[in-house]
Each structure stands twice: as C-alpha cells, then as structure tokens.
C-alpha cells in the first residue's frame, strides 16, 4: 500500500511529523503573512497562534474556523474561552485536517480501494495577566495522526508571552511552540517523528493619527541556517477604518520562494482579508496561497455570550 501522503507531505525530511499545526486557523492571522503573533484583539481564533493574547479575549467566546485548504483537504476548528478571575483565561480548542479520500495502491500501482487520512489537535490552554502590560500563557496539546491503518500520538506544549502598551499602541510577543514528542509511533520499524518545534517573534505597532497597524514576525528563529535570512520574516499591515472593521494585507518570504515556480510565484506569498464586528458577533475572511496548484479561503466566524 501507497501512503503518499504521509511519505510525501509531513514527513518532507523524514524526521518531523504533525505539519498541519503550521496551517492557519485564525482569519486576522492569515491575512497578515500566516504567521502573525502580536496583534492586540478581541480574537479568540488567537488561542492557535499565540494563546497569551487570550487575556483581551471577551468572556465566553465560541469561535468556528474553516481553510479550504488544498483539493479536498479541509481545515475544521473550533474553541471556546472563559474568564478565570480578573486576571485569567481558559480556553480548550479542537482543530481537523482532513484529506479526504485517498486511493490505495500496490507497489505495482495496481488499485485495491480506499483510505482516508486526518491530523487532529485537541489542546486547552490558560492564559494570565501578569501585571499590566504583561501576560503569558501555556498550552497543552493532544496529537493524533490517522492514515488508513496506520495512526500515531504526540504530547505538545506551547509557551507564549506577550507585552502591550496601550499608550503607545505597541505590542511584542514570544511564542515557542511544539514542544514535546511522539508516544505512539506511526510507522512499523518504530521510527519516531519530532514535533514541528517553532520558535517566534513578532511585534505589532499602532499608529495614533492614522487608521495604520504595522506588524513584523520572525518565524522559526532557531533554524537560522535551513533557509536564507529574509525567509524568516513576515510583514502585515492593518488598515482600520473603525473600530468595527478591519483589512489585512501580508507577505510572508519563505512562502515566496517556496511556492516559486519557473522563476513565477503567482502571487504566493501575499495574503489578504478583512474582518467586521456586529456586537458579540465577528466574522473575517482571508486568502492565501499555500500551494503552487491551489490557493486557500479561510474564515472564522465567533460569538460571545
């Protein structure tokens, strides 16, 4: 049997497994470059990306994400936060990649069925405001990887950290993701994947007479020496024509050059979106290119009760 995807896709370098946990799930994030850590908004999707910003996030807040992501391959999310104290934010979240229906094959080629094949996160996390300027928050994942018979689990931990200034508009987080490791292996020979560890830094900055947010990130800061410098940064722009709505553009530079074809990027790399907010409800859309065959439309729609 052919399991393409699990040979070809998440296991690029036949070491680290798990990629779909470097897949957007917020809509605001998206837009900006994919890989945004800093901005300050009442966005409970944040709780995948940086889950220190959880303590801006409104009481009892139910968020849904959806990435059509590549073919048949969707992205599901869901999550919900609630207030702890007056200085605490739990939050528990669920995240689905599903790749559909894949054809089973011999080593001849020949077809013998069916499969199907999924990546699944189940995390909770507890953010806290520790003075205030500052918060940091830990989140703890649950792994799982099922590709036809074949299935595996993992144990995950994010650390993030994150300080904002209101007065100035400036905000700069820390977030280090994926820490831990495998428990049940997926292949037979017992060969174990790492987590897809990703150390990040971002900041954000507010402008105070124009509707302008400028975000810079840099991304995977601790393989320096796998890609060129500039491959590790992310730009985004904010424009915020009320309090009630927002457009987001991004470049993200690895993206770039990774889905760069013939000397062509078709426009991979950039990202755009926009996002309203009606009372309790918020709804945002963005589009990006994850894929040279493909491109990609994700929403998150939340409500706070």
Known sequence: MLLSFAVQSWAQDGKTGYQFLNVP???????????NISIVEDDASMM??????????????????YNSYIH?????????????GDRGTWAIGAQMLDYGSMDETDETGALMGSFSAKDINLQTSYSYLL???????????LLMSNYANYSS????????????????????????????GQIKTLY???????????????????????PIRISL?????????????IQHFVLGADILPSRNTWVALGYNFRRAHEMKVLDKGHWAGFSIGGGLNVKKFKVGVAYGKYHVAASSVLCNVSYSF
């Open 25 to 35: 799930v917020g809509a605001h994030s998206a837009a900006l470059g994919g890989a």
């Open 48 to 65: 995948w990306t940086n889950a220190a910003m959880l303590t801006n996030v409104s009481d009892k807040s139910l968020v849904l994400g």
């Open 217 to 229: 990130t840099a991304d995977d800061v601790t393989h320096w020496s796998d890609v060129n410098f």
């Open 188 to 210: 037979d020979d017992g060969t174990r994947e790492t987590l897809p560890f990703n150390l990040a830094l971002g900041f954000s900055k507010d402008f105070a007479n124009a």
């Open 131 to 141: 003075s205030e300027r500052w918060s940091g928050a830990v989140t703890a994942k």
């Open 72 to 84: 048949s391959s969707n992205l599901m999310a869901a999550g919900f936060t609630k207030a702890i």
């Open 153 to 180: 689990t993992a144990i995950g931990t994010d650390l993030a950290l994150n300080y904002f200034n209101a007065e100035t508009g400036f905000s700069f987080s820390v977030v280090g993701r994926n820490l831990g």
